[in-house]
């Protein structure tokens, strides 16, 4: 006999990690599958960073750290903030986290009480809905379409806040959808959230690195008038290519910075010592060990649109950041396959999935079932190679 909590039983399994799984186990049967639904550079973490780890190790920081993270940590981090993004953070509004999806987790259950309304623009990464169920919140879509290159209006958030309205989830750049938010645009939706009190405003800014504009990826929080309702999470994973070493984090208002440490404390206590030591190295170099990835992510980004442009009914934006393309795929809703109808971007990822052998994953759960992603963080010849499988794929709907 077994129990699973109403809470657990309410939740879904990251569409990402599904797609991913279930991609591994196909290619362990043997099949030629191509993933394109992985959210993790191709590259290696930097040897500077990798020999910080190896000098922690010998310098045995094999203790237990403080919760929000080691004291030099947390003013590297304060440091970088006001460096590139113009922040001003005291080291102890710094607080590090297994991964900035724990920073973000920590954030939303440190906020959000049971009825609470949370808006995410869609589309959105696929764990923020969740994330606010598990809180108890209510997730409000506030929809972009790639018309509006994914990006909503200040107008479209006013419309969305209610009285029960606590927080606002954002990504810039955006997973899934690579837009990046100029600082025009966030200082309008700023000014839109200073108007109501107990608004705030989290800013996932994890892919700040992987931006093509010719400016620094914008922050809310830059902005001294709503500083103070915005939390800023961002981590190692995407710009420094160091997804497994589980490093996250977030600069706050003092008094939710100690809410996080607090929660944290009772569920998986400070993150790893030797990633942390590894952290310092990376963020003190900053954007100047991003370069390289950078201008490779832009050459796919291109590579990629431009064999998309050769497929009928596709409709895409173009990404300035992160290193996903987000195709509109509604001209092939409705089509068929056997007996079998493609109704959403899910059922056209699986159908790519089965035919094609590549791996994507559906729009649904990034709030846009009229598309799906698709990740270049692979290498050019196994993106051409994916694309034309694609399109013989979506020559035999009907």
Not at 30 to 36: F, P
Not at 89 to 100: D, K
Not at 204 to 219: L, V
Request: proline share 4%.
């Amino acid at each position: 006999m077994t129990h699973i909590s109403q809470r657990v039983q309410s939740l879904v399994e990251s569409a990402t990690i599904a797609m991913t799984a279930k991609s591994r186990e196909l290619k362990a049967q043997g099949l030629d599958i191509i993933s394109l639904s992985i959210g993790e550079p191709d590259f290696n973490t930097p040897d500077h960073v990798k020999n910080a780890a190896k000098k922690a190790i010998d310098d045995n920081f094999s203790k237990y750290p403080p919760v929000a993270g080691y004291p030099d940590l947390q003013q590297a981090i304060a440091n970088k903030f006001k460096r590139e993004n113009n922040i001003e953070y005291a080291p102890n509004q710094i607080v590090v986290s297994t991964g900035a999806k724990q920073s973000i987790a920590n954030v939303i259950l440190a906020i959000i009480d049971p009825g609470d309304e949370v808006i995410l623009p869609a589309p959105y990464w696929v764990s923020y809905a969740d994330l606010v169920k598990l809180a108890g919140g209510v997730p409000v879509e506030v929809k972009a379409g790639v018309e509006n290159d994914f990006k909503i209006t200040a107008k479209q958030l006013a419309d969305a806040i209610t009285k029960k309205t606590r927080l606002i989830v954002y990504s810039s750049p955006c997973n899934p959808s690579g837009s990046v938010y100029s600082a025009a645009e966030l200082e309008g939706l700023a000014k839109e959230v200073i108007k109501h009190e107990e608004l705030y405003v989290l800013a996932d800014e994890i892919y700040e690195y992987i931006n093509f504009t010719s400016e620094r990826t914008a922050s809310m929080a830059s902005f001294d008038f709503v500083k103070d309702r915005v939390i800023t999470v961002n981590g190692v994973a995407k710009g420094f290519a160091m997804t497994g070493w589980r490093i996250g984090y977030m600069g706050a208002p003092l008094w939710l910075a100690k809410a996080c440490d607090k929660l944290q404390g009772q569920i998986t206590s400070g993150a790893n010592t030797i990633a942390q030591k590894a952290t310092v190295a990376a963020v003190n170099e900053g954007i100047n060990l991003t370069h390289e990835m950078k201008a490779a992510f832009l050459r796919r980004r291109d590579l990629v649109l431009g064999k998309l442009k050769e497929i009928p009914g596709l409709k895409t934006n173009v990404p300035q950041g992160a290193f996903y393309i987000f195709p509109d795929v509604s001209y092939y809703l409705g089509k068929k396959f056997k007996d079998k109808v493609i109704k959403t971007g899910d059922d056209l990822a699986m159908f790519l999935l089965d035919e094609a052998l590549v791996a994507c994953v559906g729009g649904d759960s990034f709030g846009s079932p009229e598309c799906i992603r698709i990740s270049y963080a692979t290498s050019d010849d196994v993106l051409v190679e994916a694309i034309s499988r694609i399109k013989k794929a979506l020559e035999k709907l009907a």
